[in-house]
């Protein structure tokens, strides 16, 4: 990995190599053409290598990581029938709130086997909570109707935060390929993302 000081080593096992990329050095206006152009490049040979990359400094507060984690966990701890009223519908709109035991790792494709699984013992123990773009029409996203207004805000904040770096991971990734820097812009500025 690079000796440059905004690229780091974040996981090195078994040949797997992650790295941590200070994306300030790529966010910056006042970083050098040569070090965008580096933490570019540093991006794009992760994704490359690894698969996966590590950023610090990416432009999401600590606060607002902190609150929405906070809020995700009270959003959780809700009781469960709370938690089935926005039970999720679709793989269309892939919103809503997904139990535990309703998901499992399989390459099944028969209705039947799929519903065997679930019913079996060991299931999968996690939840979550599928949140998309909101106002796309026909697919709405579920909210809380109990005190759900404040974990609203919280979630379509982050979301909005995330599809922003999500625009500025894909310029660094066109700047790292040699292209115009915006070249993906129209591919991902809508905010076609789930948040879970």
Known sequence: MSSTPHI??????????????????????TTSAETKL????????????AGFIYLRNHGIPKPTVDRTFAQSAQFFARP??????????TPEANRGYVA???????DATDPG????????????????????????EGHPNSWPEVDGEEFKASML??????????????????????IEEGWFDSYCDKGDNTLR
């Open 8 to 29: 780091t080593t974040a996981v090195s096992h078994d040949s797997l190599h992650i790295p941590l990329i200070d994306f300030s050095a790529f966010l910056s206006p």
């Open 38 to 49: 580096s933490t570019a490049r540093a991006i794009l040979s992760g994704f490359q290598t």
């Open 80 to 89: 469960l029938g709370q938690k089935d009223a926005l039970a999720w519908t």
């Open 100 to 106: 535990q035991g309703r998901e499992k790792v399989t």
């Open 113 to 136: 086997e799929i519903e065997q699984l679930r019913a079996a013992e060991g299931e999968d123990l996690k939840e979550s909570l599928e949140i998309g773009r909101e106002g796309e």
């Open 157 to 178: 904040e982050f979301f909005d935060l995330c599809k922003d770096l999500h625009v500025n991971v894909m310029r660094a990734i066109a700047v790292g390929l040699g």
